[in-house]
């Protein structure tokens, strides 16, 4: 396969595309983004790595954290996990409150806000020597092989000032016993992990494990375990974009995860891992050319999994 070529055409065919969408706002620090931005990245399992447009420019990663977050609380809860989150699209906004009054505080999939902080929740849980965002931190790092990586401390601020709806899941999930720790202590650890900073070519990296059964193929380093990484790829495909979740399902069809700083983080199994970034998002909150880019990918490369 021509990596380089694939992205290379990508970046040509998406230009038109660029900047339709709206940036998020509601979080005031990520309206400065450039909303015709666009990179993206492909690593593949034997570690090469491919790059196209603004792949090395940092950018909010948002909700794509809430992968790694997921692969760190299996590795501390394997399945007893999914008693106190569940794996089913949620079908209703990322932050909506009403669901989870009607199920009894347990938050449909690990993928919209209360699931994620449920599982950031797990982590400090188990982890009481370390804080939670630095554990997030050190497995960005670790994963992407890039020490640059980072928590921006103003979007942070930014998430913690602006974060009501959040904090009312985490006090609303407390008063159903569901969450374990101090609501805010939570929330502390979840806006930093929000706030993670990388670049195309840095995601790219660090979703390698996802790509390879687990172990990062490069050190050789087992990250997850193999049935870890089949439940994470499967609620990567069938929650990772929001109520829009089928929809990238029908057009890309690889398991994928958004954040609302414009990144998608996508896996072909057994093949690569798939970055990209562009700042203006779709109504659903997903980056509007950032999906397209990626059903061009599939298409091109004959990568969908269907
Ligand atoms: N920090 C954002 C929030 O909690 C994440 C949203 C997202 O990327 O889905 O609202």
């Not at 790059?51 to 394997?78: H, Y």
């Not at 970055?275 to 999906?291: C, D, E, R």
């Amino acid at each position: 396969m021509d990596w380089q070529k694939v992205l290379d055409e990508i970046a040509q065919e998406i230009q038109p595309e660029l900047g339709v969408g709206k940036v998020a706002d509601y979080i005031p620090a990520l309206s400065a983004a450039d909303p015709k931005a666009f990179g993206m990245a492909v690593t593949t399992v034997k570690g090469e790595c491919y790059r196209t447009g603004d792949a090395g420019v940092p950018f909010s990663i948002q909700s794509i954290s809430k992968v790694l977050t997921l692969t760190i609380a299996l590795g501390f809860e394997n399945e007893d996990l999914f008693d106190r989150v569940g794996r089913e699209p949620s079908g209703s906004a990322f932050n909506s409150i009403v669901q989870l009054e009607q199920e009894q505080g347990i938050p449909r999939n690990p993928f919209i806000n209360a699931g994620a902080i449920i599982v950031t929740d797990t982590i400090i849980t188990h982890c009481r020597q370390k804080a939670g965002a630095d554990l997030i931190l050190d497995l960005a790092r670790k994963l992407s092989c890039s020490p640059r990586v980072r928590i921006d401390d103003e979007v942070a601020r930014s998430e913690a000032l602006w974060g009501n709806r959040n904090r009312s899941l985490a006090y609303f999930m407390k008063s159903f016993g569901v969450l374990q720790n101090d609501p805010e202590e939570v929330l502390q650890a979840y806006f930093c992990q929000c706030a993670l900073e990388m670049t195309c070519q840095e995601l790219a990296r660090a979703g390698l494990y996802l790509a390879n059964d687990g172990v990062d193929p490069v050190t050789n380093q087992q990250i997850a375990t193999h049935a870890h990484v089949n439940r994470i790829n499967a609620l990567m495909m069938t929650c990772g974009h929001y109520d829009m979740s089928g929809d990238f399902a029908f057009h890309v069809g690889l398991p994928g995860k958004s954040g609302v700083g414009g990144g998608i983080l996508a896996v072909v199994p057994g093949i690569c891992s798939v970055a990209v970034w562009s700042p203006a998002l779709n109504k659903a909150g997903n980056s509007h050319a950032g999906t397209m880019a990626l059903e061009l990918f599939s298409e091109k490369t004959s990568l969908n999994l269907f």
